[in-house]
């Protein structure tokens, strides 16, 4: 590396915090919708509207601003979105160029440039002064060409076990609602419900199962360091029926005990939305286990019943 190749961050980007707007927990609450809400360290809520669209590089300004290792948070955000005022909002000249930083400040150390013992803060000054590597164009080319790739391969896994988890629930529906399940003689008897698989019987939700409520209290403070306590957010359950844990909303030991007293959901249990998207149902997957947001209801099987947990998400 030449010490040629060092600039400052400054010189290379262009800076749009003068467009961030930062909202209360009440004002996003009546602003509810689908583009995401980010803060220093993430997607902290949902709004009805976006401040920025395209490509950006996201670097935490206060609170959750500087890793363990010594380099800063960040965040590499493309579609439409808002952004608070806890997170500088940044482009390089380039997609190229913003997808480049990003992996060049993901390895510089910028804890000189922090500022705060108690609230760490890395004020737009300092943040310019940060010293990075930018080489010659065709050396970022190869670099970001490389790390996207890796990139890509993870997003794809991800994309594969969406797949085959769409595939399960294609599944189902054939068994379960169009009754083309193995062994089926196709022989119907007629219900209440229309016709159904002669040997099967009609029956209700509260005759398998309990409903629970979430618990109704002010939406607790989300914290930006994983927890291992997860208030699930409507935004988690997918209209495929699946749990979706990109962007998990973690909670303090304290508050999760607190929203935790009605039901902790756990494997096999199953959650549907009250608002916005009602109805939506999801199913929680094996080893997580998760706290009741706002605007959802839990619903778990007897346990004192041998059925199939699947046939809940009907």
């Given at each position: 590396?030449?010490?040629?190749?060092?600039?400052?961050?400054?010189?290379?980007?262009?800076?749009?915090?003068?467009?961030?707007?930062?909202?209360?927990?009440?004002?996003?609450?009546?602003?509810?919708?689908?583009?995401?809400?980010?803060?220093?360290?993430?997607?902290?809520?949902?709004?009805?509207?976006?401040?920025?669209?395209?490509?950006?590089?996201?670097?935490?300004?206060?609170?959750?601003?500087?890793?363990?290792?010594?380099?800063?948070?960040?965040?590499?955000?493309?579609?439409?979105?808002?952004?608070?005022?806890?997170?500088?909002?940044l482009q390089g000249e380039t997609d190229l160029d913003t997808r480049f930083l990003y992996y060049a400040l993901g390895n510089?150390?910028?804890?000189?440039?922090?500022?705060?013992?108690?609230?760490?803060?890395?004020?737009?000054?300092?943040?310019?002064?940060?010293?990075?590597?930018?080489?010659?164009?065709?050396?970022?080319?190869?670099?970001?060409?490389?790390?996207?790739?890796?990139?890509?391969?993870?997003?794809?896994?991800?994309?594969?076990?969406?797949?085959?988890?769409?595939?399960?629930?294609?599944?189902?529906?054939?068994?379960?609602?169009?009754?083309?399940?193995?062994?089926?003689?196709?022989?119907?008897?007629?219900?209440?419900?229309?016709?159904?698989?002669?040997?099967?019987?009609?029956?209700?939700?509260?005759?398998?199962?309990?409903?629970?409520?979430?618990?109704?209290?002010?939406k607790p403070e989300r914290v930006q360091e994983k927890t291992d306590h997860l208030l699930l957010q409507l935004w988690n359950?997918?209209?495929?029926?699946?749990?979706?844990?990109?962007?998990?909303?973690?909670?303090?030991?304290?508050?999760?005990?607190?929203?935790?007293?009605?039901?902790?959901?756990?494997?096999?249990?199953?959650?549907?939305?009250?608002?916005?998207?009602?109805?939506?149902?999801?199913?929680?997957?094996?080893?997580?286990?998760?706290?009741?947001?706002?605007?959802?209801?839990?619903?778990?099987?007897?346990?004192?019943?041998?059925?199939?947990?699947?046939?809940?998400?009907?």
């Amino acid at each position: 590396m030449s010490s040629e190749d060092i600039t400052t961050l400054g010189s290379l980007v262009k800076c749009f915090d003068s467009k961030r707007i930062p909202l209360s927990s009440r004002e996003r609450e009546s602003k509810q919708g689908q583009y995401p809400y980010y803060g220093a360290a993430g997607v902290i809520d949902h709004v009805n509207r976006p401040l920025f669209s395209g490509l950006y590089l996201l670097i935490g300004e206060d609170g959750s601003v500087i890793k363990e290792d010594g380099t800063p948070v960040l965040q590499l955000v493309s579609g439409e979105f808002w952004v608070n005022n806890h997170a500088h909002v940044l482009q390089g000249e380039t997609d190229l160029d913003t997808r480049f930083l990003y992996y060049a400040l993901g390895n510089t150390h910028i804890q000189g440039f922090v500022t705060g013992a108690v609230q760490p803060k890395l004020n737009q000054a300092n943040m310019n002064r940060i010293p990075v590597y930018f080489p010659e164009k065709s050396t970022r080319e190869r670099i970001v060409e490389i790390l996207s790739a890796l990139d890509d391969k993870i997003e794809l896994n991800r994309q594969t076990n969406a797949t085959l988890e769409a595939i399960a629930q294609a599944i189902f529906k054939e068994w379960f609602v169009d009754f083309n399940y193995p062994g089926a003689t196709g022989e119907m008897v007629d219900s209440e419900l229309g016709p159904i698989p002669k040997g099967w019987r009609v029956g209700r939700l509260q005759d398998i199962s309990e409903t629970i409520d979430c618990l109704h209290s002010k939406k607790p403070e989300r914290v930006q360091e994983k927890t291992d306590h997860l208030l699930l957010q409507l935004w988690n359950i997918l209209d495929s029926g699946h749990i979706d844990l990109k962007d998990p909303y973690w909670i303090s030991q304290k508050d999760y005990l607190k929203w935790i007293s009605r039901i902790e959901a756990m494997e096999g249990d199953s959650v549907i939305t009250n608002v916005g998207r009602s109805g939506v149902a999801a199913r929680i997957p094996a080893s997580l286990k998760a706290a009741l947001g706002r605007n959802m209801t839990a619903i778990r099987v007897r346990r004192d019943l041998t059925i199939d947990v699947n046939l809940i998400n009907l």
